[in-house]
């Protein structure tokens, strides 16, 4: 793989796109420090799958992405291609093209993207293309400052690593070490595997010992039908008799069932009765409630109109006190202007007899006319003073008996108002005593309505509590009806399902389900070699507190075979080996006596089906079952 082209954009200093190609031969790229030398190199490494800023010279990875200058921006986003010549040696999924092009994107916000030959890869995909080729993050194809003399300084062990790279040897060895790692956690499932089907073999042991259980159920409960059926064919043969017994009775007997039906009838409608006249109190007690209610608030309306009424009695009262106080000024004002207009009408008589005596005077006088003149003239002052004060005295006594008409009719008009009030504060007074003997006899309806309230939520409280007991008690019933109908569904749903498995003989070895194929296939009872009388398991009944004991203490023996003799046992042998159909263990039912007394206390906790008494004791008489290991240390 040469290198043809790099594309270089917003990566470190390089805000505009670069291309840089790369001919046949040598390439150098030279400059003056800081113009960039050493971006083009981190570009190569960032670009072949560099995720370490550090040997990017940097602190984080957004910082290869430009950061902006004095007279540019920052860019959000760095890209860099790099393009290959394919010579063949690349994986099979690119032999097709002649070129070769990987592209990494990086963004501001993180999210980064690879690319090869513009089709969206992963990081391993980038890694997988470049090893074995030299090129990469920490291949030899990057040789920094001070490399070379690392690489000359360094232990043969770690110049490996390089020669290995130029063998092309490396791909080879992380495939390995893919594959080994692909294969320990394989291991690591079939362990797990293994773990899980000894589980479940052991879970089949016991699911077996329930089925054969269930199977003994099945048998006890065929039993007990056929003894149900008996019973009821003899209660059936003793109604009969009874029945003739008392064909003499037997209209006494009707007449005594009319009667329990008849009173059963009465009870009935006697229950339906109490129902319905629960129902009309209920009813009852509701429109008492309602109506209570309608009367407390007619109640609080008359005790507002009563206090409303009460407010305008002393509004009345106010305004009479206000009245007969105006009355009486009125009164004395009259009184007072009565007599002022008998006094002015007094001066008012003097003036004029002034005026007569001072006109007969101007007449005697009249003769002296000159000599009289400036008397003349003060006399006519003085009438003329005389006249304007007789028409003051006569426009004050037209006022004074126009006010006294207006306090007159004011006096009229107060006292009519008085009246008024009077008749009002009657009004209310009688209003009031009928309010109030309206309220005393609502007061006591409702008290009257309360008690018998009282008195029909007791009733009802007490029927409501024998009904809730019955409710309850109904309920209960329901609930216990339908658990056990749950639980006698769920056993019969296990019981199929051991019944399953017990009759294809899951959990037993290859060879014990090839003796047993008829039985599988439909033939209950029926062997593939004759002589065959059962299974260890089927033979021995073990308590269900010492199951797991006496699991542990036989293992294998557990799926051994009870044959006739020791030959069919050897029959069996040769068959299965015929069909190659897998091993078992055989033991005859009388096998052989080892000799001596038996030490263990197994046989007196475990029973055995008549017929294999000696099975039992030739696999049990040595085990001995305690309650824990210090018992058995004794």
Not at 273 to 286: F, G, P, S
Not at 306 to 323: K, V
Not at 387 to 400: C, F, K, L, N
Request: charge should be neutral.
């Amino acid at each position: 793989m040469r290198i043809k082209k790099l594309e270089i954009h917003g990566f470190k200093s390089f805000a505009e796109r670069a291309v840089l190609h790369f001919g046949h031969g040598i390439t150098g790229v030279v400059g003056p420090n800081g113009c960039g030398k050493s971006n083009i190199v981190d570009a190569l490494r960032w670009c072949m799958g560099e995720m370490s800023a550090k040997h990017l010279r940097g602190r984080a990875m957004q910082d290869v992405i430009f950061a902006g200058s004095d007279s540019r921006g920052p860019l959000g986003m760095a890209e860099v291609t790099l393009t290959f010549d394919n010579d063949g040696n690349v994986p099979p999924e690119y032999a097709q093209f002649s070129e070769i092009a990987v592209t990494r994107r990086l963004h501001r916000d993180g999210s980064s993207e690879y690319l090869v030959n513009k089709v969206p890869a992963r990081l391993r995909d980038i890694t997988d293309l470049f090893l074995g080729t030299g090129v990469g993050t920490r291949a030899y194809s990057i040789i920094e400052q001070g490399r070379i003399g690392f690489i000359v300084s360094s232990k043969p062990e770690d110049r490996r690593s390089l020669i290995e790279e130029v063998a092309g040897i490396t791909k080879f060895k992380a495939r390995k070490k893919a594959a080994e790692r692909r294969m320990e956690s394989t291991q690591q499932n079939l362990s797990r595997v293994g773990d899980i089907v000894t589980e479940l073999e052991r879970q089949l042991q016991s699911l077996r010992r329930q089925a054969k259980r269930a199977e003994k159920y099945k048998e006890l409960r065929s039993e007990l039908r056929d003894l149900e059926l008996h019973h009821a064919s003899l209660e059936t043969l003793r109604v009969l008799v009874m029945k003739k017994l008392a064909s003499s009775h037997s209209e006494a007997l009707e007449q005594e069932a009319q009667e329990a039906q008849a009173g059963i009838a009465a009870h009935e409608i006697s229950i339906e009765e109490d129902r319905l006249r629960l129902l009309a109190i209920e009813r009852a007690l509701q429109h008492d409630q309602a109506a209570s209610a309608e009367l407390e608030t007619k109640l609080a309306a008359l005790e507002r109109d009563l206090e409303h009424w009460r407010r305008q009695r002393d509004e009345a009262n106010a305004r009479g006190q206000a009245a007969r106080r105006d009355l009486e000024d009125a009164e004395n004002k009259l009184t007072t202007a009565r007599a002022e207009h008998e006094g002015h009408t007094v001066n008012l008589s003097n003036l004029a007899t002034s005026v007569d005596v001072d006109r007969e005077r101007l007449l005697s006088l009249d003769a002296d006319h000159g000599e009289t003149q400036g008397k003349m003239t003060s006399i006519d002052r003085r009438a003329e003073s005389l006249r304007r004060s007789a028409v003051e005295y006569i426009h004050e006594g037209a006022r004074q008996r126009t006010l006294v008409a207006a306090i007159a009719k004011r006096t009229h008009e107060l006292r009519s108002r008085l009246e008024h009030s009077t008749a009002e504060l009657e009004d209310v007074a009688h209003r009031r005593g009928v309010a109030e003997i309206k309220a005393r006899a609502l007061t006591e309806q409702r008290d009257a309505l309360m008690s018998q309230m009282t008195d029909w939520r007791s009733w009802l409280d007490t029927n409501r509590i024998t009904l809730d007991a019955a409710v309850t008690a109904m309920t209960e019933s329901d609930r216990l009806v339908r658990s056990l109908r749950d639980e006698l569904s769920e056993r019969r749903s296990r019981l199929e399902s051991l019944q399953e498995i017990a009759r294809h003989f899951e959990g037993y070895s290859d060879g014990v389900r090839s003796l047993m194929q008829p039985a599988i296939e439909g033939m209950p009872g029926r062997t593939a070699v004759s002589g065959v009388r059962a299974l260890i398991t089927d033979v021995l009944e073990v308590p269900p507190q010492l199951e797991i004991a006496v699991e542990a203490a036989l293992g294998e023996r557990l799926q051994y075979v009870v044959v006739d003799a020791q030959t069919v046992g050897v029959t069996a042998i040769a068959y299965l080996r015929s069909i190659a159909g897998g091993r078992s263990g055989f033991v005859p039912v009388e096998p052989r006596n080892t000799g001596g007394v038996a030490n263990g206390d197994a046989l007196t906790r475990v029973q055995a089906r008549p017929g294999f008494e000696a099975v039992a004791e030739y696999l049990l008489r040595d085990v001995s079952i305690v309650a824990n290991l210090d018992e058995a240390m004794l």
